[in-house]
């Protein structure tokens, strides 16, 4: 039962959260991946426009008569225009005297010879992206090095940043959700082989131990072997267990019935009160072995069967009507009448030995705690279960212990010089609660005990 099973957690759902996980990871890195990239690219994109400026502006700076000259082209800053308005900063140095321009332009390492961009701040703090290039202009007598930088704010790339940002998460947000539905669908589909092998064998009947032939993943491979070799074991030891509860029953009563007949033998033989006492005290011996060691193998029987039923269709009142024409000459020792009672036939599937042991049990109780010359009334019916009950005329259950009389080698205060084992309350009970039923005991009103045995 599943009550009893050391339960760890569930397979498919760690596995379901240890795809979710790695979706989720992928997903992050994903975003931080393709906005890194998106960044650069941009980057490059304001990087390649400012340069272009500064190159243009170069172009237009001649050096005439010892005077440098900048024809400043419109297309020089006008290509820097965005949709946010960023501002615009220029800076043109002739041997690293400011020309024209902001002064906070200057090249980053104080030098007039440099190229290429950085990032720097204006007087207030904006970020902005600064391109420089120099050039050396040549005159008569003169020799002249011109740097010119051009600074733009980010507000525009940042923007564009934020778009790409939004985009790539929503992106990223519905690569997540669709991995974490296959991660339910790999799941589900990676345990369904193990639900088809526990449904395959939660179907089987009791008997069936045979090998697991349908195909399996080659992971469950060793699984499946072990599981094989396991019901090869355990049905070889169950036959075992029945051939030798066979023989053990066999070989046990056999010995004990021929000492009981010599000691019966020797009884007759015998004058001397002082032996014929002890030789009734030796076959009153042997009569509770043997039936204590009958009781204790059809137990023994029973606790194996009741795993493996061998149902068959059979009238219970049939069934009855020969069990009462075998105990009739133990009965009529007594003097006591047994009577059965039943109107139709009271069909059931059930397994017929364990039926009839635990009926005979029951009936064989009721003719030894009956008084002599009385009856025993057995009644059977099929509404609303088929249901068979015994009364008798005797001293009833001790009440107070009618609760633990079935359970094994219990025996109430009236057994006391009765031959018993304790096990026959016990044997009936197992097999009605083997077919879905119950032993019910209880005092007659006007006397006697009442035992009711359903399926």
């Known amino acids: 039962m599943t009550e009893a099973v050391n339960v760890s957690g569930s397979l498919r759902r760690r596995m379901t959260l240890t795809l979710i996980g790695g979706a989720a990871v992928l997903a992050v890195v994903l975003y931080a991946v393709v906005r890194l990239y998106a960044a650069q690219i941009a980057q490059q994109g304001q990087d390649s426009i400012l340069a272009a400026s500064v190159t243009s502006i170069l172009d237009a700076a001649i050096l005439r008569d010892g005077t440098v000259e900048v024809d400043f082209p419109y297309a020089a800053l006008s290509m820097l225009s965005t949709a946010s308005d960023d501002r615009v900063f220029y800076a043109i140095h002739k041997n690293e005297t400011l020309l024209s321009g902001y002064e906070h332009l200057s090249p980053p390492d104080g030098t007039s010879h440099t190229s290429g961009t950085y990032l720097a701040e204006t007087p207030d703090g904006a970020l902005i992206r600064v391109a420089t290039d120099s050039r050396t202009l040549v005159g008569t007598d003169t020799r002249s090095v011109i740097t010119v930088s051009v600074a733009q704010t980010q507000e525009a790339l940042q923007v564009t940043l934020n778009g790409i940002s939004r985009n790539v998460a929503l992106f990223g947000a519905g690569f997540f959700c669709l991995s974490a539905l296959l991660s339910f669908w790999a799941s589900a589909s990676t345990i369904t082989p193990i639900r088809r092998l526990t449904s395959s064998i939660a179907r089987r009947g009791p008997q069936d131990l045979s090998p697991v032939a349908s195909p399996v993943p080659s992971e469950m491979v060793s699984l499946v072997a072990s599981l094989n070799r396991l019901m090869g074991r355990l049905d070889k030891a169950l036959a075992q267990s029945e051939d ?53 193998l059809d137990h023994a029987m029973i606790t194996f069967r009741t795993d493996h039923l061998e149902r068959k269709e059979l009238d219970l009142t049939e069934l009855l009507q020969e069990l009462v024409l075998r ?59 088929p249901t068979l009950e015994i009364r008798d005329q005797g001293a009833g259950f001790p009440q107070d212990q009618i609760a633990h009389l079935s359970s094994r080698f219990s025996r109430g205060d009236n057994a006391k010089g009765i031959i018993g084992s304790g096990l026959g309350l016990t044997i009936a009970q197992e097999v009605a609660e083997a077919h879905g039923g119950a032993l019910k005991l209880s005092n007659l009103p006007g006397g006697g005990a009442c035992v009711t045995f359903s399926l």
Do not use: C, W
């Open 327 to 385: 105990l009739t000459p133990v009965a009529d020792m007594k003097d006591i009448t047994l009577h059965v009672e039943s109107k139709e036939p009271v069909l059931v599937s059930a397994d017929a030995i364990l039926l009839q042991n635990a009926i005979r049990n029951l009936i064989d109780n009721a003719l030894k705690y009956s008084p002599v010359e009385s009856d025993v009334m057995i009644h059977v019916s099929a509404r609303p279960l």
């Open 244 to 296: 030798f509860i066979a023989e053990a029953a066999h070989r046990v009563r056999t010995p004990l019935a021929t000492v009981r007949s010599h000691a019966e033998a020797m009884l007759h033989r015998v004058d001397q009160d002082e032996n014929r006492k002890a030789l009734r005290s030796m076959v009153r011996a042997i009569d509770e072995s043997s039936r204590a060691a009958g009781q204790l």
